[in-house]
T-cell receptor, first 114, second 114 residues
Framework: GAGVSQTPSNKVTEKGKYVELRCDPISGHTALYWYRQSLGQGPEFLIYFQGTGAADDSGLPNDRFFAVRPEGSVSTLKIQRTERGDSAVYLC????????????FGEGSRLTVL | GDSVTQMEGPVTLSEEAFLTINCTYTATGYPSLFWYVQYPGEGLQLLLKATKADDKGSNKGFEATYRKETTSFHLEKGSVQVSDSAVYFCALSGATSGAQKLVFGQGTRLTINP
């Protein structure tokens, strides 16, 4: 596609359930990022992939959060045993390799944990 | 650690008014500075950036100057339009947070009335 695609756009789940959020980056972009945006706040960094490997996962809040990018393209953010505090918009972004290319964001996946 | 502070919103102006959205940062070293914009129903988009002191970023009539002496990167536009209504985020990268992470402010919601 032309831009970064995220699915689902909205997800409502119950506390304790498992959730997967998918990101399809712009074709050819080797760098992929996940951010989390809570209500009224700016996005916060979660994890960064360069190719298939997680180059920096220092932003993941705890071991309930995990992300993969097995073929260096699509990425999945996985949240186990969801808690109400996990409710937020999860943003994915991608860019070409290197540090100076523009970062392109998807529209986000809004997660609501009841 | 690195941080970004933006003026609190929401900000409401009339069309053709002058706009300033203040942004200050705390960082060691020499970060790159950015303004991102989020229009209703769309993903975050890069509006402008500056990578070293005294650089001026500009785009779509918006400007911001990297002021190291005041650690600021205020966003300005001489004459706003209704289509500028959006949420604006100031961000930095490349200091202690690392070149691959963007650190965002909390965002400022701007509404322009005709």
């Amino acid at each position: 596609g032309a831009g970064v695609s995220q699915t689902p756009s909205n997800k409502v789940t119950e506390k304790g359930k498992y959730v997967e959020l998918r990101c399809d980056p712009i074709s050819g972009h080797t760098a992929l990022y996940w951010y989390r945006q809570s209500l009224g706040q700016g996005p916060e960094f979660l994890i960064y992939f360069q190719g298939t490997g997680a180059a920096d996962d220092s932003g993941l809040p705890n071991d309930r959060f995990f992300a993969v990018r097995p073929e260096g393209s699509v990425s999945t953010l996985k949240i186990q045993r969801t808690e109400r505090g996990d409710s937020a918009v999860y943003l994915c972004a991608s860019r070409t390799g290197g540090q100076t290319g523009e970062l392109f964001f998807g529209e986000g996946s809004r997660l609501t944990v009841l | 650690g690195d941080s970004v502070t933006q003026m609190e919103g929401p900000v409401t102006l009339s069309e053709e008014a002058f706009l300033t959205i203040n942004c200050t940062y705390t960082a060691t070293g020499y970060p790159s500075l950015f303004w991102y914009v989020q229009y209703p129903g769309e993903g975050l988009q890069l509006l402008l950036k500056a990578t070293k002191a005294d650089d001026k970023g500009s785009n779509k009539g918006f400007e911001a100057t990297y002021r190291k002496e005041t650690t600021s990167f205020h966003l300005e536009k001489g004459s706003v339009q209704v289509s500028d209504s959006a949420v604006y985020f100031c961000a930095l990268s490349g200091a202690t947070s690392g070149a691959q992470k963007l650190v965002f402010g909390q965002g400022t919601r701007l509404t322009i009335n005709p």
